[in-house]
């Protein structure tokens, strides 16, 4: 990677100066996704500036999108390559019945290397509006599990799943292992066979928290997709509220021209 | 409506505290969706502030999306019951049999009044991405048709609708009135029956033309949502790209657990 210059005669200031020539490195492939941006250490030395210019530097294409910083590890360029992901076909049921997640599955066509952390199952009465997508009553114990997913150690989404407790308690659901197939394996174990999903999609600026689990750059938005699963009586069997990194998402969906 | 007062020995500035009396107003229905604010000369006169800090006060709910300015005439409260568009429906045949368009049916429903300005029909050469989505040639003429829609008076989308031209030239989708059913029933009738949608949905940050268009705040984002239309032959015959005030929609898409 070769590192160009800065004009000190210029109105532009240096710091400014500095992300126009790490930007132009990343826009024209000469820095790819996931590779690691100099540290402060080689830009002060390399432009000659002092540690807060160069941290400006970096902070701007932190608060931009375009990279992304890994703690203690360094800046990384955030992945360019959205994970594609097409609802009707992640969770069709070919997939469950290899125990594949979805998640994993796509992100792994798109050439990342996939990951899951922050995985904690509780349960806890339902919100509102956990209340009325499940249409369960507040004194309801739901399970709860929720996890984030990474992509080449990025993080890249946020999820909570929540299944009411008569169908979760006791049973597998309410286990950190799930067992193969995952939750919706186990909720048609349970003889609740899944027979369609709803999602909507709304994007929105995210929170304070949201920006930190997500590590976001302050211009960046979410995606957020809250997905609903359905047995054969009309049952709402689970709700998952997912939030997504607006950047490293491609959502797919195809419906017929009935 | 009751606008309150602001305190001078703050240290909150006065328009940060106008923006706060407003914004509690909308937070708590005094002032609901669709309804007109105070101008800037009833600000000052109330207040007692310059008009830059009543301008100040008014950018700052812009920039949040509460408010929406309609040149000419006034600042108003942005809707915060978004339009919900469910995919799977909204392209059903029975609505282009009964002519409606899809928009202007959900808009409706969501109880706003809907509209369509900026109506634009051209014939061009397709770029990159419009070739790679429909399939054609660079040196292949394709029907553009862009417009506006409108919620309540407000824009909320820009929609480019891209048709191959040996489908669309000489017939009514390349003139402005399509007739009943819109461009879909005439695809039909131009025998290239429909099978099904592909729609692909992104969120990100606005650029400057779509943020004048949509006359959105700075920090506001928009989802785009691009559209394919195939028919039984398995043909790429429409693209429609849209650009969505994010605030405005909740997309909805429903799908089987097959």
Redesign the interface.
């Given at each position: 990677m070769q590192l160009g210059t800065i004009d000190r005669t210029s109105d532009r200031p240096p710091s400014k100066q500095i992300a126009d020539d790490l930007r132009g490195l990343i826009q024209s492939s000469r820095l790819v996704a996931g590779e690691q941006l100099p540290s402060e250490a080689k830009l002060m030395d390399h432009y000659g500036v002092a540690r807060m210019t160069a941290r400006q530097a970096l902070q701007e294409l932190k608060s931009e999108g375009l990279v992304v910083s890994e703690h203690g590890r360094g800046v990384f360029v955030r992945r360019t390559v959205?994970v594609r992901r097409l609802?009707?076909d992640r969770?069709?049921?070919r997939y469950r019945d290899q125990g594949k997640a979805a998640f994993l599955a796509e992100a792994e066509k798109s050439g990342a290397t996939p990951s899951v952390d922050s995985i904690q199952v509780t349960e806890d009465y339902p919100d509102v509006e956990v209340q009325q997508r499940l249409r369960v009553p507040e004194d309801e114990i739901v399970i709860v599990r929720s996890r984030r997913y990474l992509s080449d150690g990025i993080p890249v989404e946020t999820a909570v799943s929540y299944i009411p407790g008569d169908i979760g308690k006791g049973t597998k659901i309410a286990e950190m292992d799930t067992g193969p197939g995952g939750i919706?394996a186990r909720i048609e174990d349970a003889g609740h066979t899944?027979?369609?999903?709803?999602?909507?999609?709304?994007?929105?600026?995210p929170t304070e928290r949201e920006r930190d689990q997500l590590q976001l750059g302050t211009?960046?938005?979410?995606?957020r997709v809250v997905r609903t699963?359905y047995d054969f009586q009309g049952r709402a069997v689970e709700v998952c509220d997912t939030i997504k990194a607006?950047?490293a998402?491609?959502?797919?969906?195809?419906?017929?021209?009935?």
């Open positions: 959205p609802a009707s969770f069709a049921r919706y899944l027979e369609h999903f709803t999602e909507e999609v709304t994007a929105r600026m211009s960046v938005p979410i995606m699963a607006a950047p998402f491609v959502l797919e969906y195809d419906f017929p021209a009935r």
